[in-house]
């Protein structure tokens, strides 16, 4: 509880700082008084959350026709979708409202992503003991779309229930699943594959909920030196593109990154449901709005770069081309590109 208190202190210094620093641009604006805490997190409190959910799915309606053709790494046609949630922690004490575990408060963001330009779709913000399956029983599958899942959403019922709706499905294999191999196709293992087998689970209860063949590809990465088993309900795909696929949903690990250190949504203004929605929903919204912009004015760089590029020049009257093009040569691309190894999960 100590080290929570002692966070939560430096988060409000950092934002306390934050401010500061904004208020003597804020002045040339005619605002000539400082913006206290407790005016942002009481207008926080009592905005309704949902206005800016709203908002952000005019945002999405926007932004997804922009990236419909970028690519992210697999050559394929159909939309490509990661699942994934993301614990964010709160201050237990002040937010007795989200418990998570016995000293530690925490909500979820649980968001679907689309590959194609890494774009939510769907999101979610709950509580951290909720139960991310329950969640992902909600969507509305669409058929012929890619569904990437970690080993998190192995649950076969829920898997057969997608399959039924005519979409597609690539997650990791656990080891203690049960299953016989029908049939086995030829595979370049210099490409990293080991095998591509079609199966049939033969446990009780798995056979059960998934009663149709299935697909098991087996890869090594050289890189971690360790073998995967990925599983997918789709038999026309080249066996290596359901390693890459798989290997792309890690962007919604990246997108949780990025919303979290650079749109700052681990230092609350407030500490209600209410507050603490209406933030991270402003947040997803500030990540569109810069996605639109940067793809509307055709900005080559990072994501990243541009926010940076934004933030910094926001009070500025330079037309932002002109900004950019000056500004663009004294920054560095997005410096988190020492991600994991993509398949060391």
């Not at 690519?71 to 046609?77: A, H």
């Not at 909600?138 to 990437?148: C, D, P, Q, V, W």
């Not at 970690?150 to 049960?178: C, E, K, M, P």
């Amino acid at each position: 509880m100590a080290f929570a208190q002692l966070t939560h202190r430096e988060s409000l210094r950092d934002i306390e700082a934050s401010l500061r620093a904004v208020s003597g641009k804020l002045y040339h604006l005619g605002i000539r008084g400082r913006i206290s805490r407790s005016t942002l997190a009481e207008a926080n409190a009592q905005r309704d959350w949902q206005v800016y959910a709203d908002l952000a799915q005019q945002l999405i309606a926007i932004a997804r026709p922009l990236y419909a053709e970028e690519p992210f790494g697999v050559d394929l046609e159909n939309t490509v979708y990661a699942f994934d949630a993301t614990t964010i922690d709160v201050c237990l004490s002040l937010c007795p409202w989200a418990p998570f575990q016995k000293s530690r408060g925490a909500v979820k963001l649980h968001t679907l992503l689309d590959l194609h330009g890494s774009i939510p779709t769907v999101i979610a913000i709950t509580g951290g003991r909720s139960n991310d399956g329950a969640i992902f029983e909600k969507l509305l599958f669409e058929s012929g779309a890619f569904y990437l899942l970690d080993r998190g959403y192995l649950h076969f019922a829920r898997l057969f229930l997608l399959h039924q709706t005519g979409a597609f499905f690539v997650t990791r294999l656990s080891s203690n699943i049960s299953y016989k191999r029908r049939y086995s196709r030829a595979v370049d293992r210099q490409t990293g594959l080991r095998t591509d087998q079609t199966i049939r689970l033969c446990g009780h209860t798995s056979y059960g909920d998934y009663p149709e063949a299935l697909r098991c590809v087996s890869y090594y990465d050289n890189v971690s030196s360790r073998r995967f088993k990925f599983l997918t309900n789709n038999f026309l795909l080249p066996a290596l593109a359901v390693a890459q696929l798989y290997q792309a949903r890690w962007r919604v690990e990246l997108f949780f990154k990025w919303i979290k250190q650079h749109l700052h949504i681990k230092s609350f203004y407030g500490n209600s449901e209410n507050a603490i929605k209406t933030q991270i929903w402003i947040a997803i919204c500030v990540y569109l709005l810069v996605a639109i912009a940067k793809k509307k004015l055709a900005i080559p760089a990072s994501l990243y770069t541009f926010f940076q590029v934004l933030g910094l020049t926001v009070f500025e009257k330079t037309p932002i081309l002109q900004v950019f093009q000056d500004a663009t040569s004294h920054f560095d691309d997005d410096p988190t590109p020492n991600q994991l190894n993509l398949f060391d999960f």
